[in-house]
């Protein structure tokens, strides 16, 4: 890619339009577009609304931040608050509620809470505070275990013992699958995930169209690579085809980044089980810290209080999550729930459907239709 432009051209769009309009004629068609980045580009271009009404789209739970529970939340803010700990953590977990506030609010209170653009971050923060002890939240899906995995492995090679990781990456087909067996949602495709491919690859896809029957199409992450990936579903669906399709091909290989797999590998394991916010507990959908590298942690190190908590009752962050309903239909969207004052985790990150709506959801057909005739 030499320019983004290449990606955002109005007439190669109008002319991707026109071909989906006749392909999706007769019918109705319902994608889900799995990765929340996904989800911003079609809310912050209105390309729900240049698509003719017969396709819909709807929003997956490809947000890493918004499907942690309230619980695990509870044990991060717990980590926070002991004493001689130092608690590092990606900008966009600071403010996702807990049953007791949130990060910002343990920092306030005087917990030591540092937020970093790398777990190496939190790492040369352990080696320049030998006498306290550095946990780094890792969140993500297998996009960012890799640098979480590269850390570990770093430290255990520096012989740095002040340091480890309370895990909470997550897998992307277990979700998948969870979402392919929803009894209250039907599905006539998918936007593969771009970011989380570039690790995985395609391989671990073909279950969705071998064992559901449904296509799926790896997109990128711009209004081209969105249209593009839509009449590439529909045109499978035309042929009678039901395939892995590689939109994303600048950027993603086949069979992934093979370097990274193999890292993840050495230091991870599958966790039995995971409770995703939304979809409830999920078998081997996350990962966990491997036992030759036990001492890294936090999990073993600390005895954390590992509590279940229960979601607000007026948030559908977990429907919202599932496709079942879009943002708006949610009873506090946009009046007790905002970015400002989040109830639930789709509204606090940057990747969340409910943030995406409220920040960019709010161009009707008509105007979309304007700008694509510009």
Not at 31 to 56: A, K, N, W
Not at 246 to 259: C, D, H, K, L, S
Request: contains cysteine.
């Amino acid at each position: 890619m030499k320019f983004v432009d290449e990606y955002r051209d109005p007439a190669a769009a109008r002319a991707l339009v026109r071909s989906i309009t006749e392909l999706a004629a007769g019918d109705e068609f319902k994608f889900m577009e799995v990765c929340g980045g996904h989800t911003h580009t079609i809310y912050r271009h209105g390309i729900e609304h240049l698509l003719p009404e017969s396709i819909e789209l709807v929003h997956g739970p490809g947000c890493p931040v918004c499907v942690i529970p309230m619980g695990r939340v509870d044990d991060a803010m717990w980590l926070a608050e002991q004493p001689g700990v130092i608690f590092t953590t990606f900008g966009d977990m600071m403010r996702v509620p807990g049953s007791a506030g949130n990060l910002i609010e343990a920092k306030a209170r005087g917990a030591d809470v540092r937020f970093v653009y790398s777990p190496l971050d939190a790492l040369k923060i352990a080696r320049d505070n030998p006498e306290r002890h550095v946990v780094f939240f890792a969140v993500g899906f297998e996009t960012t275990a890799p640098s979480t995995a590269v850390t570990l492995v770093g430290a255990r090679a520096l012989g740095v013992r002040n340091f480890s990781v309370f895990c909470n990456h997550v897998t992307i087909v277990p979700p998948i699958k969870a979402i392919l067996e929803s009894p209250d949602l039907r599905l006539s495709g998918f936007l593969g995930p771009g970011h989380v491919s570039t690790v995985v690859g395609l391989r671990p896809y073909r279950f969705v169209p071998g064992v559901y029957g449904k296509p799926i199409v790896v997109a990128g992450f711009e209004p081209l690579d969105i249209l593009a990936s839509v009449h590439m579903l529909l045109q499978q669906i035309r042929d009678g085809r039901c395939e892995v399709e590689n939109q994303y091909t600048r950027v993603v290989r086949p069979e992934g980044n093979v370097a990274a797999l193999k890292l993840m590998a050495e230091t991870f394991e599958l966790r039995p089980h995971f409770e995703w916010r939304g979809l409830g507990f999920i078998s081997q959908s996350a990962l966990k810290i491997h036992p030759d590298y036990a001492g890294y942690d936090a999990e073993l190190i600390f005895d954390m209080p590992g509590v279940r908590v229960a979601d607000p009752k007026a948030c559908q962050c977990g429907e919202v999550l599932k496709g079942v309903i879009k943002p708006w239909e949610c009873k506090v969207f946009g009046t007790a729930c905002t970015p400002e004052t989040p109830i639930g985790t789709c509204m606090v990150s940057p990747e969340g459907a409910c943030a995406a709506y409220y920040n960019f959801g709010r161009l009707h057909r008509d105007t979309a239709q304007l700008l694509l005739r510009r």
